[in-house]
């Protein structure tokens, strides 16, 4: 079974930028593409950025497109996703998993942008 543990949340103010990692357990992980999902209260959690088992391919969500940037190590099986020029409708938990989100959630992290 493999476990993902997200951190790097935090408050930020408007514009502002943040770090979110992935620490996933397991290798299986290295050979599936993977994405950061995110949830705010009130509505369904939705895939923001995607990336390839290799790491050569990537896709956002339109409304983080050119804001956000997705990266893996697949070394050390981990997930970035650097997040710039934040806006308050960012404000969620993010979580990752992997592509069809076959495993279990982790806690998330909570991100708020607000000023």
């Known amino acids: 079974q493999v476990q993902f543990v997200e951190s790097g949340g935090g408050l930020v103010q408007p514009g502002g930028s943040l770090r979110l990692s992935c620490a996933a357990s397991?290798?299986?992980?290295?050979?599936?593409?993977m994405g950061w999902y995110r949830q705010s209260p009130g509505k369904q959690r939705e895939m923001v950025a995607r990336i390839s088992s290799g790491g050569t391919t990537t896709n956002y969500a339109d409304s983080v497109k050119g804001r956000f940037t997705i990266s893996r190590d697949n070394v050390k099986n981990t997930l970035v996703l650097q997040m710039n020029s934040l806006k308050p409708e960012d404000t969620a938990v993010y979580y990752c998993?992997?592509?069809?989100?076959?495993?279990?959630w982790g806690q998330g992290t909570q991100v708020t942008v607000s000023s």
């Open positions: 397991g290798s299986i992980v290295r050979i599936l593409a």
């Open positions: 998993n992997t592509q069809d989100s076959r495993y279990s």
